[in-house]
């Protein structure tokens, strides 16, 4: 049963049955996210076979921590996964991990739907804080959390990828 009805979509908790669809919107998101930022021989040695076998296993490690956007037939369109924030210092806050669309769905609702359940079922949880980290280039996915209230909290990281230094900013908001 869905808990919520978003513009577009209906967004439920995600169940093992997903675990196909999660992993080639996550394939396919990199691809036309992180083009130009995230080297090309990177990107091409991902594999949604690869990325099945680890959502199977953390939809079933985790149950409640991945929610997915459904479209017209049930067709997975997005998908964020939350919870406990990793960071050392942010003992008060949860986390939201990862949010991915399929590039269509982009600028329809669907992000913000699926992200506002995320913070929903944090503040749930008793987190007063929702935290995400996003790569310093991706200046799209900057817009999008900053229209939502996110801000940067000066909390910077690195990680490299296909050889390439890149460069990430932890972002915050209230939850009330």
Do not use: C
Request: proline letters at 5%; glycine letters at 12%; hydrophobic letters at 45%.
């Amino acid at each position: 049963m869905p808990f919520v009805r978003g513009p577009a979509a209906v967004i439920r908790d995600a169940g093992p049955r997903d675990a196909r669809d999660i992993a080639r919107i996550h394939v396919g998101a990199w691809h036309d996210a992180y083009a130009g930022i995230v080297p090309e021989g990177y990107l091409r040695r991902l594999s949604a076979m690869r990325f099945t076998r680890r959502w199977l296993a953390s939809l079933a490690a985790t149950p409640g921590g991945t929610l997915v956007a459904t479209a017209a037939g049930g067709r997975v369109v997005g998908w964020v996964a939350m919870g406990p924030s990793r960071d050392e210092d942010a003992a008060d806050a949860g986390e939201v991990y990862a949010i991915y669309l399929r590039a269509e769905q982009w600028g329809r609702g669907v992000g913000r739907a699926l992200l506002a359940a995320a913070e929903r079922r944090l503040a749930g949880d008793g987190h007063r804080l929702a935290s995400l980290w996003v790569l310093e280039a991706n200046q799209r996915a900057r817009r999008f959390y900053a229209r939502l209230g996110y801000s940067p909290d000066g909390r910077r990281a690195s990680l490299r990828l296909g050889g390439k230094e890149l460069h990430e900013l932890r972002y915050r908001k209230p939850l009330r």
